[in-house]
Structure formats: structure tokens, C-alpha cells
Nanobody, 128 residues
């Protein structure tokens, strides 16, 4: 039974920082693709940052230079450091893990359909 639990969300003003955490049980993070997604009300879920099994990371253009994805294998935890937050970053943030580990050109690390396991989400609200 794979379970992912996010934490670290909150409400803050633009320009501030938050670090989101995702702890997994029933799965070893190092064996799968890992990612952070977000979804604002009335909008589609979008990929924010991903970590492939070969260690490569990818970021959405809107967060490059501001967000950083990282992991701690000893704690089986995934993190998303968010700096210089903007009101448009307001959303529910989810962590996700794939059920495969192949590295191939056809894999889209920021696409929701690549992921099987999802956390319940944590709310991030940024005010101007």
C-alpha cells in the first residue's frame, strides 16, 4: 500500500518562501520518478517540478529559478523549496510518484498521466 503525505503549505505574502515536504510509505523514492504538481480552482493540474530516476530534474517555465526540488533518501522524503512566491502560485500542491523507473525519451516527467501515486495535497496561498 503506497501512501504519500504532503505538509508545509500555508498562507503568506508575495515574495516569501515555503518548503513543502512529502513523506512516502510503501515505496522507495529512489526507484521511481517523483514530481510536484499544483492545481488552482477551475484549472487543470499542472506539473511544477520533477525528478527522474537518473537524477535529472525538470521545472515548469513559470517556476524556474524560484523553486527547487530535492529529496532525502534516508527519510524517504521529497521536498519543494519555493522562493519569491507570487499570487499566481496559489494552488493545492501535490506530490506524486510513478510506478515505473525506465528512462526514455517518450516519458514526460511533468505530465500527470505519468504518475500513479498521489498525495492528498497541501494548500499554498500567496497574497499580494
Amino acid at each position: 500500500q503506497v501512501q504519500l503525505l504532503e505538509s508545509g503549505g500555508g498562507s503568506l505574502q508575495a515574495g516569501g518562501s515555503l518548503r513543502l515536504s512529502c513523506v512516502a510509505s510503501g515505496v522507495t523514492y529512489s526507484s521511481y520518478y517523483l514530481a510536484w504538481f499544483r492545481q488552482a480552482p477551475g484549472k487543470e493540474r499542472e506539473g511544477v517540478a520533477s525528478w527522474a530516476t537518473d537524477g535529472n530534474t525538470k521545472y515548469a517555465g513559470s517556476v524556474k529559478g524560484r523553486f527547487t526540488i530535492s529529496r532525502d533518501d534516508a527519510k524517504n522524503a521529497l521536498y519543494l523549496q519555493m522562493n519569491s512566491l507570487k499570487p499566481e502560485d496559489t494552488a493545492i500542491y501535490y506530490c506524486a510518484a510513478s510506478d515505473f523507473k525506465v528512462v526514455a525519451a517518450w516519458v514526460k516527467p511533468l505530465a500527470p498521466y505519468e504518475y500513479k501515486f498521489w498525495g492528498q495535497g497541501t494548500q499554498v496561498t500567496v497574497s499580494s
